[in-house]
């Protein structure tokens, strides 16, 4: 039996009318949308003057006038008006113009956990016009610095002090600064942005290791591979000329002994290129603490492999690390917080990060207490034989080891202080 559309003429009539519609939705839309943004435009900056209280108060005043309109209660009307009069009143001290230069400086710009940071705000009066006592707010971090700016005469300079907090490796941003007019009952307020924002670098500590990488980085004319090729300078066997060979490489002696051309092959030798890779998810660390040992492990390694001129690149799952100078790698290592599960695995992690990256001579592993021996093998076998690989197990509070796993070295690091004479046992 075969079913057909008891009204086959009605499809196409309502594919039609949809169609028609849609032009319609879309004519209607290309003709309001441009009103809409210039009514913004003008009510934009109105609207954004409220603040939540305000907006309270607003909502409470047209309340009250409802209620007196349907119910004819005088007393909501009373209230209704007094609410409006109240942010009509508030909106007189939200005129004035300001005319401010603001400086906003950190003393000094990088710091270590725990150093004093200073910072100061110098505010000129630019105008020609006294200007009227207001108020200033400067976020720091994640706190706002307000200060009460006097009468100031035209050309007068205003200097305040502050001190910014360094209990925590991150990267502080100071600014820019905000003049605020607005009434005593937060109900308006009128924000201007002056200066730009200055950012302060809370490093990692760190500390000093002994030079070539700490013994893990050995080599100065580069490592010896397996891999066989036709120029370089470590020596392994004679093998027949073949045409395109170059001649330089041959070996007289020997062809003119058996009669025949001789070429010389060579064991590449490969400069060092030390890859590190930082676990930073943050279940793999038992608490903050744990993870912040692993930045500073990560640090204090990087910075000397740097100060040594070996080549390396630093990875997390966040990207890799600017490491042109020791400076960089630790304003770069400030950027880095815990993250989620971004990829399935480790391996998965580590071969997505390396994997445009030179190929290492040495690599070394940071995780924290919660990453197993069997995740650090899994990242082993992502590299070649010839690669020497180490991997730092940061445990909190554990006693200093090195032990060797199926080939793989691996060191608990306890305590930061314990670093420079673990990496010394590997010389």
Known sequence: ????????????????????????????????????????????????????????????????????AVFGWQEFTYLGFILLASLALCAVFLFGRASYGVLVELNPRRVVVGDRAMGRMVVTNIGTRGLTPTRMELPVGRAIAEFQLPAMKPKEEHEELFAVPTNKRAVIIAGPAESVRGDQLGMLRRALKWADAVDLFVHPKTVRLAPSAAGLVRDLEGQVSKKITNNDIAFHALRPYVPGDDRRYVHWRTSARIGQLMVRQFEETRRSQVTMILASRSDLYASDEEFELAISVTASIAAQVIRDGVQMNVVS?????????????????????????????????????????PAPSVVMMIGGSNMTTGEYRSVESLFGQDTAQVAFHVVAGAQPKIASVAGLTVITVGDLSDLSRLVRGLS
């Open 1 to 68: 039996m075969t079913v057909t559309d008891s009204k086959p003429g009605l499809a196409v009539p309502l594919q039609r009318l949809g169609a028609r519609g849609t032009r319609l939705l879309t004519a209607v839309g290309a003709i309001i949308a441009p009103v809409v943004r210039a009514v913004w435009r003008l009510a934009g900056p109105v609207f954004r003057t409220i603040t939540a209280a305000g907006w309270l108060v607003l909502g409470l005043s047209v309340v009250a006038l409802v209620l007196s």
């Open 317 to 357: 799952e966040s990207g890799v690390w600017r490491t042109q100078t020791v400076t960089s790698m630790l304003d770069a290592s400030c950027r880095i917080d815990p993250v989620g599960r971004v990829y399935p695995s480790i391996r998965d992690f580590a071969r997505e990060r390396t994997r445009r990256l």
